[in-house]
């Protein structure tokens, strides 16, 4: 079965700081993978997608994320976050059989000044 | 370009009633999917309908229904509510569903409370 395992629940990073948000999945085909933002009370925007190609990917907000099939990985990454950042970020595995995404359980990024 | 609207964006209900929530997807958008946000679960898929037709359905109770119309637009209802329905439901719009050449878009959800 598919699933996307988000290890962090939380995490704390510094203003100016660089951050790196894990996301392993399990999925037996080519995975169609996603990263999505989600602030208190508000949907999902999407941040960055994964189909095939580069497997670096560059997304909105300054966001980046590789893919590593080896390693069964899609980690995003930031080389500096604001404070405005503070949400919680999920990673989506889209399984096109079923025509959904399976979603990890989240990460909470908190920003400290 | 007008983004996924969810109306109403909140809502109490009592056990026992039933709710209909509706989405309105991006012009041109053919699927709209629908998704529960709790907690304890985190986000789980309710259905998908394209083309006004149900092509896949997640692991919830016949409680739970939906329908598309010609226009795209969604509806999904809960009969018989339950506290265990209050949830933020997230619809989520695309060009034709999960494929690679397109992506899902959120709207703002709408929460739904049971007391």
């Known amino acids: 079965a598919q699933s996307v395992t988000q290890p962090d629940i939380h995490i704390t990073v510094s203003e100016g700081a660089s951050l790196e948000l894990r996301c392993n999945y399990s999925?037996?085909?080519?995975?169609?993978l996603f990263w999505y933002v989600q602030s208190p009370g508000q949907g999902l925007q999407l941040l960055l997608k994964?189909?095939?190609?580069?497997?670096l990917v560059q997304g909105i907000k300054g966001f980046e994320a590789e893919f590593k099939r080896s390693q069964s990985s899609f980690n995003l990454r930031k080389p500096s976050v604001h404070w405005s950042d503070a949400a919680e970020y999920f990673c989506?595995?889209?399984?096109?059989?079923?025509?959904?995404?399976?979603f990890g359980t989240g990460t909470r990024l908190l920003v400290s000044p | 370009k007008a983004g996924v609207t969810q109306t109403p964006r909140y809502l109490i209900k009592t056990r026992g009633q039933q709710v209909t929530l509706s989405c309105s997807p991006i012009?041109?958008?053919?699927?709209v999917s629908w998704y529960q946000q709790t907690p304890g679960q985190g986000l789980q898929f309710l259905f998908e309908?394209?083309?006004?037709?149900?092509?896949n359905k997640g692991n919830f109770p016949g409680r739970f229904s939906g329908r598309q119309f010609s226009n795209s637009r969604s509806e999904m209802n809960v009969s018989t509510l339950e506290l265990g329905d209050s949830a933020l439901y997230l619809c989520?719009?695309?060009?034709?569903?999960?494929?690679?050449?397109?992506?899902?878009?959120f709207g703002q959800g709408t929460r739904l409370t049971v007391v």
């Open positions: 309908y394209f083309s006004e037709t149900q092509r």
């Open positions: 999925y037996g085909a080519t995975p169609y």
């Open positions: 989520a719009s695309s060009l034709q569903g999960i494929n690679a050449n397109t992506e899902a878009f």
């Open positions: 012009s041109g958008h053919r699927s």
């Open positions: 994964y189909f095939s190609g580069d497997t």
């Open positions: 989506a595995v889209g399984v096109w059989s079923f025509q959904k995404l399976v």
